[in-house]
């Protein structure tokens, strides 16, 4: 058993970004436990994709390539990803930590006896061995997993914990095997992916967002932040309990279920920074957060952090705007 | 239609949280606990779905004595009877022991549906229902929005990433992990509070289910993260501190 094996996402040919993510994260573990690093593609249709990733840094480039794979499914998988682990044998097997990971990656690891150590934002060596650094209690804690056993060992990669610039270019030698599933195997069945309606609101293009999380408390508090949104001309959003509430449309709502942003200003009011909310905003030039409780994750990130009251600061600062503006 | 509804119990979100001395786990013995929000809206969801289609709720827990109190909870919403695993050392368990358990609990109630919670506010794994699913052979769909049952099987709605969505259809058994959200949850009435202390909990052992074996992957340290970033904390009368942000974001941020 040695070696990485990085599982790459796709959808129809197009890759997912946290996939070359997770690839440097392989590469350079790999390099770290003096291992080769190889990585496998799944789908129908996949040549190109393979040919691809045949001109990065990799021993091998596996093309997991059958018509049962051309749709995602759990079953199918699962089933083609646990012939190659077993074929290949690999010390490692990572992912990045997308929905569709989520979906199967624990399943598949079942299968192996082990425990997908999942969300990881850092993987470090100690006497050889991986140690999966992981966010507790929604970013309040980290903690250190450790696999014990021969392993193989399964880990997913959070989005942005590794640089997808990072990656290495070099050669790998392309393998493409068909797994052989048979239809019977597969028991879900998807229908095509759809968008709710069109997005009337985008947030992408927005230079200055005022964002709103549970301590906001109540709907009617809303127009509190919507002031302090009109008056520096920014667009207002929130995070997913909000949307979920119905306090705001879905479409205004930051985060991995809703829009990726990037402003000059994200200003984060009795928002804490789950790490679903993070992943959202934390590419914004400023992060600017407003929270009464000082050891929220949100800190973590902020460039300045105001520890108070929002209902007593955000209309103060509303006032202090509009003086600063006459 | 037999619903079996995994609830696991964890800190109050509000909660201020220490690692324990030993740096195995937090010290909770302060604490306030609470169902797992995700779990909340799993149970509501197969409340509604009992409402509409006939049935039993079964309120599943795994955790020690003090789940109890969650569990009574659950039963004083509408489950009509619970399973409680009572395992004090949560921390010794991985996901697969504890997966393993769930598993063991779930399988002689030959159930039509089980449903649970994406994923659990403190460990945040994101991987018990999936793993029970494989362990019980059951079909499975994560991350669901919308659940609608029809002749032997079920269709739901399951989230994608950025607004994306997809309906899924597939045969019962099946295990789900729903999505925070997905419903509006409802309070316990006062007549609901009464009837759950009538209600029957059969308490389960890991020695009862004959589930053994140790551990392959565990929390080795718990600590604060360190910071990465130098952020300026501005702290006082709210007003001053108006005024000291306000002044930052002209100068500094340059958005005013």
């Excluded at chain 1, 996402?9 to 996939?19: C, F, I, L, P």
């Excluded at chain 1, 959003?237 to 205004?252: F, K, Q, T, V, Y």
Aim: net charge negative; charged share 25%; glycine share 8%.
């Amino acid at each position: 058993m040695s070696g990485v094996l990085v599982i790459m996402e796709h959808k129809a040919g197009v890759w997912n970004r946290m996939s070359w993510e997770a690839l440097a994260a392989g590469q350079q573990i790999g390099e770290a436990l003096g291992e080769t690093c190889s990585a496998a593609v799944a789908g129908h249709g996949i040549a190109a994709l393979a040919q691809e990733l045949a001109t990065k840094k990799l021993d091998k480039v596996f093309a997991v390539e059958d018509e049962l794979l051309g749709v995602y499914t759990p079953d199918g998988f699962a089933a083609a990803l646990e012939i190659l682990i077993r074929r290949t044998n690999p010390e490692l097997v990572l992912f990045p930590h997308t929905y569709q990971v989520r979906d199967f990656a624990p399943k598949l690891s079942t299968r192996f006896e082990q425990v997908l150590a999942s969300d990881v934002i850092r993987v470090r060596l100690e006497n050889e061995k991986p140690v999966f650094v992981r966010l507790l209690f929604q970013g309040k804690l980290n903690g250190d997993m450790i696999t014990t056993g021969p392993g193989p060992h399964f880990a997913s990669i959070q989005a942005g914990a590794y640089r997808a610039e990072g990656v290495q270019q070099g050669s790998g030698t392309i393998e493409t095997f068909s797994p052989l599933l048979s239809p019977s195997m597969i028991r879900t069945k998807p229908e095509a992916p759809f968008r709710e309606s069109a997005r009337a609101v985008d947030l992408t293009a927005a230079e200055i967002i005022v964002s709103i999380g549970r301590g906001i408390k109540e709907k009617e508090n809303i127009p509190i932040v919507e002031e302090l949104a009109k008056v520096l001309g920014g667009e207002l959003a929130a995070s997913r309990p909000i949307c979920d509430n119905g306090w705001l449309p879905m479409e205004r709502q930051v985060g991995s279920s809703g829009q990726t942003v990037a402003p000059k200003m994200y200003l984060a009011i009795g928002i804490s920074g789950a790490i679903q909310h993070l992943v959202g905003m934390k590419g914004a030039k400023s992060i600017v957060a407003i929270n009464k409780d000082a050891n929220a994750p949100i800190f973590e990130i902020a460039d300045i952090g105001v520890v108070g009251d929002l209902f007593e600061v955000v209309p103060a600062l509303v006032e202090e705007i509009r003086k600063l503006k006459s | 239609m037999k619903i079996i509804v995994a609830i696991k119990q964890v800190p109050a979100r509000d909660s201020i949280l220490k690692p324990a001395t030993d740096a195995k786990w937090i010290s909770d013995s302060d604490l306030n606990f609470e169902i797992n929000e995700p779990d909340a809206f799993a149970l509501e969801e197969a409340l509604q779905l009992k409402e509409k289609h006939g049935g039993e709720v079964v309120a599943l827990c795994l955790g020690p004595a003090r789940a109890q109190q969650t569990i009574r909870e659950a039963l004083a919403k509408g489950a009509d009877r619970a399973l409680h695993i009572e395992e004090e050392n949560l921390v010794g368990l991985d996901t697969l022991g504890a997966a393993r358990l769930l598993a063991k609990a779930i399988e002689p109630e030959q159930a039509d549906l089980v449903l649970t919670g994406l994923q659990s506010d403190d460990l945040g794994y994101g991987q018990t229902g999936v793993v029970v699913a494989e362990l019980l052979g059951y079909p499975h769909s994560t991350i669901i929005m919308q659940v609608e049952k029809k002749d032997g099987s079920i269709r739901v709605k399951r989230e994608l990433e950025d607004g994306w969505f997809q309906f899924i259809e597939m045969p019962l058994p099946a295990v789900l992990t729903i999505q925070s959200g997905i419903n509006r949850l409802r309070y316990a009435t006062l007549m609901g509070i009464k009837k759950a202390r009538t209600k029957e909990i059969k308490r389960l052992t890991a020695s009862g289910l004959g589930v053994e074996g140790a551990a392959t992957a565990l929390i080795g340290q718990v600590y604060v993260p360190q910071k990465s970033k130098q952020t300026q904390i501005l702290q006082g009368p709210a007003r001053e501190v108006a005024a000291k942000l306000a002044e930052k974001l002209k100068f500094e941020v340059r958005v005013i």
